[in-house]
């Protein structure tokens, strides 16, 4: 708990407020590899592709630096790229699949909600999606729109207890290097539920499998909790994760079981190479440094490690806030510095050489950039589907909520500059102020995912909605500061009583660990204070 600590408040120094100039994450895309398509050249061997929690996300929200990772074009062509040089990949499925709630209170979002996921569903065909795991999350919460998907997906589907039509207990199928993999299902990490996957095990053991995989709907915890209580699993999926949950750039263990995940959305893939050598049990050697350009892959992790250190302890000595907690913090980085030394090491050792003998496992976390490239045809599938909700949008343009007797209304923010002309500086440089124009770049001007938080007053009395934009679009004053009509009525100094204060709650809807995972109110507000814009001594 201490260095989980000691760790956000040095992150915190090193993530600059919205509207500044962003520095990815330790962790995040400076220090992950970029997509190269590697894999063990063993025989016979299985490379197991993993996606977590990835409920219907054509695109990630990439809000962030950080964040601007993923999305099924770019995973379909990593994986034709992979499959080129592999034989054997195994595409896996574990967590919320086709379901997300978010901002389906909003008028207009469910019928998106459903153009989303049949486009969707579309993809998982194209990207040659082997195995998903039912979610308890998509049938609860997905009604019979997700049912009818899931009815006739073009994947395996697998539930514990085989609930649901076409769904199965596991299966198991042999890549065409010649090993027998079977994959299980578990909902959760009850007792029941183990003991249910400890028969499975059983089974599929009798049956030849050489690797046998479970996908486990119980977050990082409770896969960790099953492969404690589970022998004989050597790898857990963990779904069902919560959304701060970190990408794993390594892999996992819990005793001879495997840990993994991909983080949400798509944003990661994992991929895990496994050479049983033909045996079944056991401890799984680790055998990165025979990967491809794993000296490249490993000098690059530690340059953007080193990198990230770098900035946060300059910024940490440049202001002195988190100076103490940046030097707690120094033995982790020289540890994981020292790591990354000794893996270069035998990466370089192990250049040119033979795979060693025994069971042999290689592990890749991969965060495509939005620069990798795309797959031609799912790029033409998520163009349609945009065009779907332009058109959808179109039908039914929202009306703008009316305004209660005596409250104030939104005026937009050159009826607020045309008073407080030292923020317009601010306000030209500032992001907030470009929002809308983001949206405009990426096609989703009436994508209800994404509009809300890129303008103003959304949804609320006198605010914006789709089609009555003209004054509210991007993230202006009101946003922050609350509708401004009474104010302007009565602009004398000390009627900003008027005007709502600007607390973590101001910001809450729009910065939350989907969008904005290394938000800190505290840290991003004191940024914004800036010359012509909240700092001491100024006139606003």
């Known amino acids: ?21 962003q520095v990815p994450a ?8 970029q997509g190269r398509p590697r894999t063990l050249r063993a025989a016979p061997h299985v490379t197991v592709v993993a996606v977590t929690d990835w409920q219907a996300t054509l695109k990630p929200c990439g809000c962030t630096v950080d964040l601007q990772k993923g999305g099924i074009e770019r995973i379909g062509r990593w994986l034709s790229d992979l499959r080129a040089v592999d034989d054997s990949v195994v595409v896996v499925h574990a967590g919320s699949l086709l379901h997300d709630t978010e901002g389906l209170e909003l008028p207009g979002k469910r019928e998106q909600l459903d153009l989303r996921q049949a486009a969707f569903a579309k993809a998982m065909g194209q990207l040659g999606v082997a195995v998903v795991a039912r979610s308890p999350f998509d049938v609860d919460n997905g009604g019979a729109s997700v049912a009818a998907l899931y009815a006739a997906a073009p994947f395996e ?13 596991h299966v198991v199928m042999t890549t065409r290097s010649g090993v027998n993999v079977a994959v299980l299902a578990v909902t959760d990490d009850s007792p029941q539920q183990a003991a249910l996957a400890a028969q499975q095990v059983a089974l599929v053991r009798q049956q030849g499998a050489q690797v046998v995989v479970a996908l486990c709907h119980a977050g990082v915890r409770g896969a960790r909790r099953l492969a404690r209580s589970v022998t004989g699993l050597d790898m857990v ?3 069902h994760l919560d959304e701060k949950v970190e990408p794993l750039t390594d892999i996992e263990r819990e005793g001879d079981t495997l840990l993994v995940h991909a983080a949400r959305h798509g944003a990661w893939v994992t991929a895990t190479t496994l050479v049983p050598d033909g045996t079944a049990g056991g401890a799984w050697r680790d055998a990165e440094a025979f990967l491809p350009n794993a000296v490249t892959e490993l000098t690059e992790r530690r340059a953007g490690l080193q990198q990230h250190f770098a900035q946060a302890t300059a910024r940490s000595e440049k202001d002195g806030r988190s100076a103490v907690a940046t030097q707690l913090a120094l033995p982790f980085y020289r540890a994981q510095l020292a790591d990354f030394d000794r893996r270069i090491a035998a990466a370089r050792t192990a250049t040119d050489l033979p795979l060693p003998p025994g069971r042999l496992v290689a592990f890749q976390a991969v965060g495509l950039l939005w620069s990798s490239p795309s797959d031609p045809g799912l790029v033409a599938l998520v163009s349609a589907y945009d065009a779907a909700v332009a058109a959808q949008a179109a039908k039914s343009v929202g009306a703008v909520r009316p305004v209660a007797a005596g409250q104030a209304s939104y005026v937009g923010q050159a009826t607020c500059l045309a008073c407080h002309a030292p923020v317009k500086a601010f306000a030209d440089r500032d992001q907030h102020g470009h929002a809308w124009q983001t949206l405009q770049d990426a096609a989703k001007t009436a994508d209800l995912d994404c509009v809300p938080c890129h303008v103003t007053g959304f949804g609320k009395p006198g605010g914006s909605a789709l089609g009555h934009l003209q004054t509210l679009a991007a993230v202006q004053c009101e ?22 204060p600007v607390t973590a709650d101001s910001c809450a809807p729009c ?5 904005s995972p290394q938000f800190a109110f505290g840290t991003f507000r004191q940024r914004l204070m800036v010359p012509g814009h909240g700092a001491a001594g100024l006139t606003q």
């Open 1 to 21: 708990m201490v260095l989980a600590a000691v760790l956000t408040a040095t992150l915190a120094v090193a993530e600059p407020a919205c509207g500044g100039k």
């Open 26 to 33: 330790a962790g995040a895309a400076t220090t992950a590899p």
């Open 157 to 169: 589907v697998l539930a514990p207890q085989q609930a649901e039509a076409k769904t199965k207990a």
């Open 237 to 239: 999926v963990a779904g």
């Open 479 to 500: 946003a922050c500061h609350g509708p401004g009509s009474r104010h302007v009525a009565a602009p004398a100094k000390g009627a900003v009583g008027h005007l709502l």
């Open 511 to 515: 910065h939350t660990a989907q969008h």
